[in-house]
C-alpha cells in the first residue's frame, strides 16, 4: 500500500464516503425511531425521553464508524528506502561501471574476448555483494520494521537479497550501455535511467496516466514494492519482483557480451584499414 495515494485519495474519498452515508442513514432512523414513539404507549414514550436523556449521543449520532489501519505507515525514515534510496542505488552502481570500465581498459588488451566477456559480467557482480549488503546495514540504525512480515533476521536478510538484484539489474544496464556510449556520454543514459525509474516508484501506477504502466517491468518500481512487502507486511508480488528484477540480469548477460563483440569487432576493423593505409603510403 502506497501511503501518498492512502492519504490523497483513499482516506478522503472513502471519509467522504461514509460520513454522507452515514448522516443519511441516522437521519432516516431517527424519523423512524420518533414515528415510533408518536404512536406508542405513553410508559414507553417517557422511557425513551429518560434514555435519550442519559444518551443523547444514541439520537445525535446512533450508528458511527472507527477507521482500523490495518497497513500502517509506522515509520517515516523507509520513504529514504522506498525512493531516494533508489537513486542512490542506482548512482552506486553506476559509480562501479565507471571505475570498471577505467580499470579493465588496462588490462582488456591482454584478454582474449571470452575472457574479456566474463569479467565484464562477474566482476561487477562479486563487488555487488558487499556494496549491497552496506546499503542494506545502514538502514539498521534507522529501526526499519523488517520484522513484520517475517522475523527481524529474515527480513532484512531478504531485503539485502532484493538489494542485490536490483543493484544488479540497474548496474549491469549501465555496463552494456557504456560499451556503445562510452564514458563520455553515458551521464546522459543514467539521467533517464533515473528519471524513468523513479517517476514511477513514487505514486501507485493506476493513479497516473496509462503512459506509466511501462514502471511495472523497470527495476526501480519492482524493487520497491517487494520493499513494501518486507517493511509494511502488504501483499506480496515478491515472486513477480524477482523475476522482472533477474530478467533485466539475464538481459544484460546477453547484450554486454554482444555489444563488446560489435564494439571489438568495429576497433579491429578499423585497425585493419589503418594498417593497411599505412602499407600503401610504405
Known amino acids: 500500500r502506497n501511503e501518498i495515494a492512502a492519504n490523497s485519495f483513499i482516506v478522503p474519498y472513502t471519509n467522504a464516503l461514509l460520513q454522507s452515508t452515514l448522516s443519511a442513514f441516522n437521519a432516516k432512523t431517527n424519523s423512524q ?6 404512536n406508542g404507549a405513553n410508559e414507553a414514550r417517557q422511557e425513551a425521553m429518560v434514555a435519550i436523556s442519559q444518551a443523547p449521543q444514541t439520537v445525535s449520532q446512533p450508528f458511527a464508524y472507527q477507521a482500523v489501519n490495518l497497513r500502517p505507515y509506522t515509520k517515516t525514515a523507509s520513504q529514504a528506502v522506498l525512493l531516494v534510496g533508489q537513486i542512490y542505488i542506482i548512482i552506486l552502481s553506476f559509480m562501479i561501471t565507471m571505475t570498471h570500465d577505467f580499470a579493465r581498459g588496462i588490462i582488456s588488451p591482454f584478454l582474449r574476448f571470452n575472457s574479456y566477456a566474463r569479467m565484464r559480467l562477474f566482476v561487477p557482480l562479486v563487488i555487488y555483494i558487499p556494496l549491497s549488503l552496506s546499503y542494506a546495514m545502514v538502514n539498521l540504525p534507522f529501526k ?3 520484522g513484520a512480515k517475517y522475523t527481524y533476521a529474515g ?5 539485502w537479497v532484493f538489494v542485490y538484484m536490483g543493484m544488479a539489474a540497474l548496474g549491469l544496464a549501465t555496463e552494456a550501455m557504456i560499451t556503445l556510449l562510452t564514458p563520455r556520454f553515458i551521464a546522459y543514459f543514467l539521467i533517464a535511467l533515473i528519471i524513468s525509474n523513479v517517476s514511477v516508484a513514487s505514486v501507485p501506477i493506476v493513479l497516473q496516466p496509462s503512459f506509466y504502466r511501462y514502471g511495472y517491468g523497470f527495476p526501480v ?12 507486511n502488504t501483499k506480496n ?4 519482483n524477482a523475476g522482472v528484477l533477474l530478467a533485466w540480469v539475464a538481459l544484460s548477460m546477453i547484450t554486454v557480451p ?7 569487432r568495429k576497433d579491429e576493423q ?10 600503401v603510403v610504405v
Open 33 to 38: 425511531y420518533f414515528a415510533a414513539l408518536t
Open 144 to 146: 526499519i520494521t523488517f
Open 155 to 159: 527480513g532484512f536478510f531478504l531485503f
Open 221 to 232: 518500481f519492482n524493487l520497491a514494492q517487494a520493499i513494501r512487502s518486507i517493511i509494511f
Open 237 to 240: 508480488h515478491m515472486g513477480v
Open 258 to 264: 554482444l555489444f563488446t563483440w560489435l564494439m571489438r
Open 270 to 279: 578499423a585497425e585493419n584499414q589503418k594498417n593497411t593505409e599505412q602499407k
